[in-house]
């Protein structure tokens, strides 16, 4: 059984030294914030100031160290006895990625490419799970020379493939979860064995002398409602029940996926894995239960700063161009129902009067930089008067924003900068808790 799965009772702690020193943050410049509110608004502001004139109309990122520092934090508090294997799709930043190994984050790995990225930070292959129920035969051979050795199914072809091209490889048997949770990423359409599926799948692994170490599943990403974790992880005691019975080896291994938001949804989820956590697997020894969190983390540490470059009036209606949109960073407005895009102007244009009446506000279009109708960010929103060269900053980006992005008219979204800071309000040089991990 992989490391990454063992469990010990020696404190740990969360320090920023070994983040400064962590294979992507390591050599680059980390800003410290103040506790005020506005700190964010007056970094960006800062690093606009010093933008050459060159690269002055490029969008950037911020991403606070601080905020993933105290997630995990959050995280370790609420749900102690969950092994965090992040869910690298979500936001692939090396930094972030760097931060998150640094405070014992294991990581979800879908692709061939998402394996290269974290193992090129120097993390151990044993801290990986290849959580993709349907991959192809050279992303398997990869997997299997690297020795990245667990992973999910849910079909007996999957099962096929994975005994012919990565024997040693362990397997989790990824269920669909019985209740709708109402997600409005649902992902019980694409994955997940059905009850009267899961005895044969289970039979076919025997037969392929392939050893199935546990269960997996996901009740959707985007609002879903977490109490249909009492049903999921009854539905995942059942299949250890039935692998029992067919006399297959014991399975320790329980991966209730992602969905994770951060804040109060996070609390109301944690309460509902912990009651069923122990109501099905509370008297079960040698239990280790992990999830797939990427939004958790990823989403409330970064932020977006774009520029204004086009303006056009039609009467009371301000209309704004900005340098990115929903075919960069932005897509999540039309990819990501879970999020609701919101702004803050920061006036850097020398055309505003000092007089002017920033109290006065306008109904506002912003539109992205590409030449298609459809890369519209923002509708019938007020913002004061903007000129060119003024600057809007939208918070909560960090989540399927540059991952999902493109190159569509030229404008990269790969070649969008990151700025790393670290906010002195949520960071503490030690934080010591439980180690669950």
């Given at each position: 059984?992989?490391s990454?799965?063992a469990?010990?009772?020696e404190p740990?702690?969360?320090?920023?030294?070994?983040?400064?020193?962590?294979?992507?943050?390591?050599?680059?410049?980390?800003?410290?914030?103040?506790?005020?509110?506005?700190?964010?608004l007056?970094?960006?502001?800062?690093?606009?100031h010093?933008?050459?004139?060159?690269?002055?109309?490029?969008?950037f990122?911020?991403?606070?160290?601080?905020?993933?520092m105290?997630?995990?934090h959050?995280?370790s508090?609420l749900?102690?006895?969950?092994?965090?294997?992040?869910?690298?799709k979500?936001?692939?930043n090396?930094?972030?990625?760097?931060?998150?190994?640094a405070?014992?984050?294991?990581?979800?790995?879908?692709?061939k490419?998402?394996?290269?990225?974290?193992?090129?930070?120097?993390?151990?292959?044993?801290?990986?799970?290849?959580?993709?129920?349907?991959?192809?035969v050279?992303?398997?051979?990869?997997?299997?020379?690297?020795?990245?050795?667990?992973?999910?199914?849910?079909?007996?072809?999957?099962?096929?493939?994975?005994?012919?091209?990565?024997?040693?490889?362990?397997?989790?048997?990824?269920?669909?979860?019985?209740?709708?949770s109402?997600a409005?990423?649902?992902?019980g359409?694409?994955?997940?064995?059905?009850?009267?599926?899961?005895?044969?799948?289970?039979?076919a692994?025997?037969?392929?002398?392939?050893?199935?170490?546990?269960v997996?599943?996901?009740i959707g990403?985007?609002?879903?409602?977490?109490?249909?974790?009492h049903?999921?992880?009854?539905?995942?005691?059942?299949v250890?029940?039935?692998?029992s019975?067919?006399d297959?080896?014991?399975?320790?291994?329980?991966?209730?996926g992602?969905g994770?938001?951060?804040?109060?949804?996070?609390?109301?989820?944690?309460?509902?894995?912990?009651?069923?956590l122990?109501?099905?697997?509370?008297?079960?020894?040698?239990i280790?239960?992990?999830?797939?969190?990427?939004?958790?983390?990823?989403?409330?540490?970064f932020?977006?700063?774009?520029?204004?470059?086009?303006?056009?009036?039609?009467?009371?209606v301000?209309?704004y161009?900005?340098?990115?949109?929903?075919y960069?960073?932005?897509?999540?407005?039309?990819n990501?129902?879970?999020?609701?895009?919101m702004?803050?102007?920061l006036?850097?244009?020398s055309?505003h009067?000092?007089?002017?009446d920033?109290?006065?506000?306008?109904?506002?279009?912003?539109?992205?930089?590409t030449?298609?109708?459809?890369?519209?960010?923002?509708?019938d929103?007020r913002?004061?008067?903007?000129?060119?060269?003024?600057?809007?900053v939208?918070?909560?980006?960090?989540?399927?924003?540059?991952?999902?992005?493109?190159?569509?008219n030229?404008?990269?979204t790969?070649a969008?900068?990151?700025h790393?800071?670290?906010s002195?309000?949520?960071?503490?040089e030690?934080?010591?808790?439980?180690?669950?991990?």
């Amino acid at each position: 059984m992989p490391s990454i799965f063992a469990a010990d009772d020696e404190p740990y702690s969360f320090s920023l030294n070994p983040i400064l020193s962590a294979s992507g943050v390591k050599g680059k410049p980390v800003t410290s914030l103040s506790q005020e509110t506005d700190a964010i608004l007056g970094y960006i502001q800062s690093v606009i100031h010093e933008k050459p004139e060159t690269d002055d109309e490029s969008p950037f990122m911020v991403l606070d160290l601080g905020v993933v520092m105290d997630l995990m934090h959050n995280w370790s508090r609420l749900l102690p006895t969950v092994q965090p294997f992040y869910a690298v799709k979500c936001n692939p930043n090396p930094s972030l990625l760097g931060t998150l190994a640094a405070l014992g984050s294991n990581f979800d790995c879908a692709s061939k490419s998402e394996i290269e990225t974290v193992l090129s930070l120097g993390v151990s292959p044993d801290r990986i799970i290849y959580a993709n129920p349907c991959k192809s035969v050279s992303h398997i051979n990869y997997a299997a020379s690297v020795g990245v050795n667990v992973t999910t199914f849910d079909s007996k072809e999957e099962v096929e493939k994975i005994r012919k091209w990565h024997p040693k490889c362990q397997l989790l048997l990824r269920i669909k979860p019985p209740q709708d949770s109402g997600a409005r990423s649902s992902l019980g359409l694409k994955y997940g064995a059905l009850p009267e599926e899961v005895p044969m799948l289970l039979q076919a692994a025997r037969n392929a002398e392939l050893t199935v170490i546990g269960v997996s599943f996901h009740i959707g990403s985007g609002g879903p409602d977490a109490k249909a974790y009492h049903g999921a992880i009854a539905a995942a005691k059942s299949v250890f029940k039935m692998a029992s019975k067919l006399d297959m080896q014991k399975m320790h291994v329980l991966d209730i996926g992602g969905g994770f938001s951060s804040g109060t949804e996070f609390g109301a989820a944690a309460v509902h894995v912990n009651d069923a956590l122990k109501a099905n697997f509370g008297n079960e020894e040698g239990i280790t239960v992990i999830g797939e969190p990427g939004r958790y983390f990823a989403e409330t540490a970064f932020t977006l700063a774009a520029k204004v470059i086009g303006k056009r009036v039609r009467g009371e209606v301000r209309e704004y161009w900005i340098n990115d949109g929903v075919y960069g960073c932005l897509n999540c407005i039309i990819n990501d129902s879970s999020v609701r895009v919101m702004c803050t102007p920061l006036r850097c244009s020398s055309k505003h009067e000092e007089d002017e009446d920033e109290s006065k506000t306008y109904l506002s279009t912003v539109f992205g930089p590409t030449c298609d109708s459809l890369d519209t960010v923002l509708r019938d929103y007020r913002l004061m008067e903007l000129e060119l060269d003024d600057w809007l900053v939208f918070p909560n980006m960090g989540a399927y924003t540059t991952s999902c992005g493109t190159n569509f008219n030229g404008f990269s979204t790969s070649a969008i900068p990151t700025h790393l800071t670290y906010s002195t309000s949520v960071v503490q040089e030690t934080i010591l808790c439980s180690n669950q991990f």
